[in-house]
């Protein structure tokens, strides 16, 4: 019982060993993802034409990393972690756009 003990202090000393994000820093990007929502919203108001979609898939992702990396502290941990979350974006935004080109949601738009 006394390594599992061990084990646990251990793992709390090495992870107050990085440095996290300080009150100032959750504001700023709370503020960031509060000005790339409203972006988002504003393309319901105005035409941006064919490049509705990708807009709206730049700033989905964009959204996806800043929370990845500053609330869910993906910054502080090892790569591989990040790893899947970048395939899984990847792999969801890989099926998004075969299930337009499937249904032929392009064409409804004049390139």
Known sequence: ???TATTVEAEVERHDEHDHPSDRSY???AAVLGLITAAEVLTYFFDVGPFL???LMVMMTAKFFI???YFMHLKQDIPL???FFVGGIALA???YITMLTTFEFWDSFDF
Request: aromatic share 6%; no cysteine; net charge negative.
């Open 93 to 95: 935004s890989i099926v």
């Open 27 to 29: 504001v700023g990007v």
């Open 1 to 3: 019982m006394t390594e």
């Open 67 to 69: 929370v990845a990396a």
């Open 53 to 55: 979609i990708p807009a």
């Open 81 to 83: 972690f990040s790893g």
